[in-house]
């Protein structure tokens, strides 16, 4: 159905689009024929803006992009750091 080269009788996501599909899909065990998700942190590869997460940065949490949420917090203390330093800064 999704020409993903997985058979159809042993695909456990035979609908994916060929976005989906660009990245990959598992080939064996229980995820065949599924968008490939390299570091496991629940977004796969193809939308994941963070594929190779540690496991530490994915025990913390991850955005809806794949990134860490520690990275995010991280981010804007910095951007918040900056504004404080210079007020004037756009």
């Given at each position: ?33 599924c968008p ?16 190779q997460n ?28 900056r504004a ?7």
């Amino acid at each position: 159905m999704d020409s993903d080269g997985i058979p159809e009788d042993e695909d456990i996501c035979p609908y994916n689009t060929q976005e989906e599909i660009a990245k990959g899909v598992y080939q064996t065990g229980p995820q065949k024929g599924c968008p490939i998700d390299n570091d496991n942190d629940k977004v796969p590869d193809y939308r994941d803006g963070c594929p190779q997460n540690t496991p530490l940065e994915i025990s913390n949490g991850v955005d809806s992009q794949g990134c860490p949420l520690s990275a995010l917090a991280e981010n804007s203390k910095r951007r918040m750091g900056r504004a404080t330093l210079n007020p004037t800064a756009k």
